[in-house]
């Protein structure tokens, strides 16, 4: 495994630390950052635990994805959401981004034919993907047999960790996360493996005017699974809202801007008296 002790990435990886905190304990494969925050290491690094994981310390290079699931579903043909939020990030080269479990049993893999899938990451950049990310295994019991109550600490999400010193969210389990850099322009397609099939895909731009030669708009078009996105995902990946151009100038897309999730009476469905919210 290679250090970076000496190299002039250790005082780019002090900023990195400062910027997503809570002890990520960073290493270099190929041209890519890569970085997880994992139990072990993190208590073995424990001079930075807890102390200041928020985003706010003045940098602009730590963007922050939380994996998720909830419900009900914004689109009632899906039995719930199952998403990367934001799930479209327009990103300069360099950038990294902080992949939070905010449920658990989530993972972060890019479409690559390292993985039997078309390739939907700019050419260059070698296959990549995360754990299956959950709680962390420090917050919550070594002989716990039932998962934990998921964190109701009150704080809204991206500063849910940030307010508090530690003492009011003991018992509250904390998400895993982990860290990637997106060194090369162009546009990044990813999925969660567990939850593909269900729509969780997201796409990251790097870079101002990425060349996008695999990109369509038309699900019909894209090949089929498993070289393609399979199921939802070619839903999530084909929305209009997530063309590279309108993440470029959204800068970000939330999972609720989706036209997926818009509940549109185009469908067949006559409700005209929604049950749900309208
Ligand atoms: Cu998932």
Redesign the pocket.
Known sequence: MARDADSPFSSYRRDLMKAVGTGAVLTTLGGSALAQADDEATEADDGMADDEPDGETGTTTAYQVE?RISGPPTNPERPAD?FYQPTGLHLQPGDVVKFVATTP??NVVSYHPSFGMGRRIPTGVPAFSSPVLGWRQASIGADQMDPPAEMGGGAGPGDGQGTGTGDESASAPEPQTWLYAFEVPGVYDLL?S??EAFG?AMRVVVGDDPEVPFETEDPEALPEPRVGPAELARETLTDPALQPSAIVEAGTVAWEELEANQVSPATETPTETAADES
Do not use: A, I, L, Q
């Open positions: 994996m199952f049993d989530h969660c567990p939850h969780m």
